[in-house]
């Protein structure tokens, strides 16, 4: 027997075993989650606008993956978190990409269990108008406007985020393999989410999504909130984020954002997410890629605080302009000028 041969064999059993765990729902679906992510021949002008859209997409995941070759980057971590995430999978797992578990939590409907298969045509194709407007919109700028997502997700034909979610992942060349509802309850509170079981065709791994819909108010992150809980029980945990709108600067939200650094090791984002006090010196290791130069007063949006720590970071490194756009930044120069990736490793 060759080893051509055997190398076969080991390959085609691995894919069978995966196939064998995709539960009946995932396999009846299928059909749909590649009409939505525009991979079947059913609906050409949806395929072709999608294609359009995700050659620029894949052309800065590729960017960015190597890009952090060329880098001190070894993000070892099982759980991701990404707050204020929106539909974003594509840089969380062009940064985070052979992590285990994604958690993000977003203000967005789930939208799960979809009622695709009960629609008329033309209610599908105003999801599938949806699906593209979001692709789009990621496209040109590489981050979400809250204003554009709620536009879209709202739509009754739509109804949340899990149709977007699904056509994104379908795209980055991950099987669906089973979904789920999540929920988190708290004190006159639940959160409602979903989980996403896939399977990675590139990287041949299994992994897991999870996406809530939380609105924080500024009181979360006490024992008994049910999100307490909840973020507690991870270890070895990574966190991602980028344009925040500055929501965890100042104190309003010292609580929860206490919490998700309680257990964090690794620490990826932009100048919106955690200020830079949080990492001193002497417990981690401080990485700027790119250049900061500034933070950016966002309609509103929280004020951000002043960093000169994080201005002189950036001097020292002194580090080159990124290839790819990364936070607000890019709003103000309309190129990468003043886009950076702050990178935060627990010593």
Known sequence: MTKKFI???????LQCQTQEKKTETAYGETHIYDEWAGLSDSDPLHKNEMDLSWNKLINTKDTITNYLKGKDYKPNVKTVIYPFSGIDVLNLFSFYPHCERYILFGLEDPGYPNQYSSLTDKEKQIVKQGIRN???HLAGRNYFTYRKMKEETKKKELNGAYPVFVAFLRRMGKEILDSKEEEIIGKGITYKGFTISLYDTKLKKQETLTYFKIFLIGNEGVPGDGLYEYFSELSNVG????????????????LVRDLLLKNANFV?????????RFFPEESWKRQVFGRYERSWNLSGAVVPEAQPELKTLSAQTNDETLPFPF???YLGTKDNRQSAVLVFDKK
């Not at 190398?7 to 059993?13: C, D, E, H, R, W």
């Not at 925040?244 to 600067?249: I, K, M, R, S, V």
Request: charged letters at 25%.
């Open 134 to 136: 979001l692709s789009d």
């Open 7 to 13: 190398l076969f064999l080991v390959i085609f059993s």
């Open 327 to 329: 936070g607000y930044g």
């Open 268 to 276: 990826v984002q932009d100048e919106s997410g955690f200020p830079i």
């Open 239 to 254: 966190i991602f984020t980028k344009s925040a709108e500055y929501l965890f600067h100042g104190e309003r939200r010292k």
